[in-house]
């Protein structure tokens, strides 16, 4: 009897211990199942890139979108349906996140070498990486294995990602509710230097004469930004850095101790507060930020994944099917 017992321990044990390997995420992942899936993708992220290199910042800001409402799962790319009210259509990312169509097509491209075997929400954590080495950012080892959600919530984006009007303390609680670090939150968001924002995200900040803007930098954005808020108006785009929009380097940095921060939420990370030392780290040491930053990808796309027989790998990464 007691040797019984052992040996059902034993095994009990040997089945834990499996569960925990088949649930963590691994860069190897897909080395024996989908050899290809990394350079299919990459081919498909450098493209879409070459064609439109905005799309870098896109893809980046998709991947962030994702992670922050029910972890790293792709329901940012679910549509609506009889049962789904899709993410796509929440406050923070309607008329706003895009890339979706370049998301599609890696998949479409990955489907046609190895079916069923490589998750849409792994397509976008990797898509992230090689649009920001595209551009001359970092690149980093991405941990792969997440699988699919079969629900979205448009409730929780609303509630759980960061908005261009945001304060300070908000914004790290937003982070702190994922793990991640006020230093975390000024690393990623230095990918505002590639980006691009709508008229009316930053309207307000140019047209308020606060002591928190330069008046020449203001003066500069109001020509491309009317004051009148129109539809043509409102999604007119602006160069979140202007001194080199195209290149993934440190200058968000050196604008925001400029006074010369886009959004009122980029501002905020160096105005009086606990943040201002790290941007002015950043804004002097390009390699610690862009180390930094390739860390703090890595990290957040740890948020919350599903993995092992928990989730899909959906074939289309609009629908369940």
Not at 39 to 68: G, P, Q, Y
Not at 92 to 107: L, T, Y
Not at 128 to 142: I, Y
Request: with cysteine.
């Amino acid at each position: 009897m007691a040797t019984t017992k052992i040996i059902t321990s034993f095994v009990v044990i040997l089945v834990l211990l499996g569960t925990i390997c088949d649930a963590q995420l691994t860069s190897t992942f897909y080395d024996s199942t989908c050899p290809n899936a990394l350079s299919t993708i990459r081919t498909a992220i450098r493209t879409a890139v070459s064609k439109e290199r905005r799309m870098a910042a896109s893809l980046i800001r998709l991947h962030f979108h994702d992670c922050f409402v029910k972890g790293c799962d792709a329901s940012i790319l679910l549509n609506d349906s009889s049962t789904i009210e899709s993410e796509k259509s929440a406050r923070p990312n309607i008329n706003s996140v895009r890339g979706f169509e370049i998301i599609d097509k890696a998949k479409s491209e990955v489907e046609k070498v190895c079916p069923g075997i490589v998750s849409c929400a792994d397509i976008v954590a990797i898509a992230a990486r090689d649009a920001s080495f595209a551009v001359g950012g970092p690149s980093w080892t991405v941990k792969l294995g997440r699988r699919d959600s079969t629900t979205a919530s448009k409730t929780l984006a609303n509630t759980d990602l960061p908005l261009f009007t945001d304060d300070l303390k908000t914004l790290i609680s937003h982070f702190t509710k994922k793990n991640l670090t006020p230093r975390d939150m000024v690393t990623l968001s230095g990918a505002h230097t590639i980006g691009q924002a709508q008229c009316f995200t930053f309207r307000g900040r140019i047209y308020n004469n606060a002591s928190d803007i330069d008046a020449g930098f203001a003066s500069t954005r109001q020509r491309g930004c009317p004051s009148s808020s129109t539809t043509a108006n409102d999604q007119k785009l602006a160069a979140l850095d202007l001194v080199t929009p195209n290149s993934f380097d440190n200058n968000y940095f050196k604008n925001l101790i400029q006074k010369k921060g886009l959004l009122q939420s980029d501002q905020v990370l160096f105005s009086g507060g606990s943040t201002d030392s790290i941007v002015s780290e950043y804004s002097k040491n390009p390699t610690t930020f862009k180390s930094d930053f390739a860390a703090a990808m890595i990290k957040m796309g740890d948020i919350e994944p599903l993995t092992g027989s928990v989730g899909v790998i959906r074939s289309i990464c609009s629908a369940v099917n």
